[in-house]
């Protein structure tokens, strides 16, 4: 098989998969499929010669952000509704409105000259790293400290108690004095 | 492989994930649709990083990934506290500042 087969076979998975997470009636489905989403995408990575990346991007997304979807799908489902509510009459607008862009973005596309890949070696994680710890480094640490910041947010936001000034009723749905 | 189907490849995903924006009500539906607008801007990236060659495109992809993890991090935290508080998480019911 050569690059470009393999290419075309990813690409239409990846389309595919993209179509089932936003019309899938199962939410924990469309979850699921988005996870068949960021694989394939790692894949992309790779016949991009970014190794490092799909690396990445198996660890961070597939791994850490769809167990924690679906741990709030799991947190936030109610018994008697499963399915997902798709407000049908702005499927027709959403179709519409989607379907302009893309053809506005093809158009420009096609009318753009691009240039041919050069040929290009796989970048190996060191030099990634390298760039990371000098010419990156003030940005690398802004990034962790953004890092720390949404999980501190995430926590603060997540705990069960100092609801402030919120009704009553609050404490008395989720069971508490 | 050319630029041009990768590219055609990452609007139509874009585009796919703009449909999904609007039509579902559901808060982590919607979370879903941006994951998918976010993962073709990425590809993008990266193609161009290819493109330009050198180490810098790669890097800010990283960026790009840590960025959108955060993202995920707050807005489900949001969504629960959402949750946790309406008992339901379908945005249109999520109107208080409107009245």
């Known amino acids: 098989m050569t690059e470009s087969s393999i290419f075309f076979a990813v690409a239409a998975a990846i389309l595919v998969s993209a179509a089932k997470v936003v019309s899938s009636r199962d939410l924990v489905h469309a979850v699921l499929w988005l996870g068949v989403v960021l694989v394939l995408t790692a894949g992309m990575f790779l016949l991009l010669s970014a190794p490092f990346l799909a690396g990445i991007q198996l660890l961070l997304y597939t791994g850490g952000v769809i167990t924690l979807m679906l741990f709030g799908v799991m947190l936030t489902r109610r018994h008697r509704e499963i399915g997902v509510e798709v407000d049908s009459s702005r499927r027709l607008p959403g179709a519409l409105g989607a379907l302009a862009l893309f053809g506005a973005m093809a158009c420009a596309i096609f ?43 995430a926590i603060v936001l997540g705990r069960q108690r100092d609801f402030g000034d919120e009704p009553e009723t609050v404490y008395r749905r989720s069971g508490r004095p | 492989m050319t630029m041009q189907t990768l590219l055609l490849l990452t609007s139509a995903l874009f585009c796919m994930g703009i449909y999904g924006l609007v039509t579902r009500r559901n808060a982590i539906a919607l979370l879903l649709s941006a994951e998918l607008m976010i993962n073709a801007v990425t590809i993008n990236l990266v193609a161009f990083a290819r493109l330009a060659g050198g180490v810098t495109g790669q890097v800010f992809a990283v960026f790009t990934i840590a960025l959108t993890v955060a993202e995920v991090v707050v807005g489900l935290a949001i969504v629960i506290l959402l949750f946790r508080w309406r008992r339901e998480i379908a945005i249109d019911s999520a109107n208080e500042l409107r009245h």
């Open chain 1, 111 to 153: 009318r753009t000259e691009l240039p041919a890949w050069p040929a290009s070696e796989p970048i190996p994680a060191v030099e990634i790293g390298r760039a990371f710890l000098t010419d990156h480094l003030i940005a690398f640490e802004a990034l962790s400290v953004l890092l720390l910041a949404a999980m501190i947010g």
